[in-house]
């Protein structure tokens, strides 16, 4: 089981635009999942997950758009996972969404998720600063990015941290649809800190 941050970015590395707006994907004859033709590869992804997280920006797309995810989906709620939405707000429930409304660290809700995804994967829906705070506390695994022929100039960013020399592993590279290009990559852990001291014999790591 992999905590797994899939989704779809700009050429110039933003998930949405300033206010939220996934309408750039969409002009690109792209599913709000990613999808696009017969070779895209979400069916086998979803398939294999078995618990969703995604912030407030990206819950609340979902619910003021309805239409547009039906349209692009087939149905308001395109999930039956259960979904872990981060959130210091108040929000609407969406009818027939399994919904744990949750704030604060995510290594306690992590664990959940996963005792609720069995062997299934995780999946960081977005954006991208939850997906950051998954990374800071040791809990993603993987990126999957299907890269949009489109440029937005300003918006939300894609993965808001520096991650530089080996932190990042190119395991796959693949063309899905005439507009999209998708880069897998493994997220490797940190090297240990020389100048840290070890634990003394006996305490917890």
Known sequence: MKTIYYTASSLDGFLATEDDSL?????????LDGEQGSDSGYATFIAGVGALAMGSATYEWLLHNPEQVAAATGTPWPYTQPTWVFTTRSLPRID???LRFVRGDVRPVHREMRR???AGNVWI??????????HDAGLLDEMVVQIGS????????LFPRRLVGPSLRLLGLRRPGAELVELHYAL??????PSASPHPRGDAP
């Open 23 to 31: 309408a750039w994907l969409f002009a690109l004859g792209t599913s």
């Open 188 to 193: 490797k852990p940190d090297p240990p800190d």
């Open 116 to 118: 609720a995804a069995g």
């Open 125 to 134: 829906v977005g954006g991208g600063e939850l997906a950051g705070q998954f």
């Open 150 to 157: 489109a440029t937005l100039g300003r918006g939300k960013p």
């Open 96 to 98: 027939g969404a399994d």
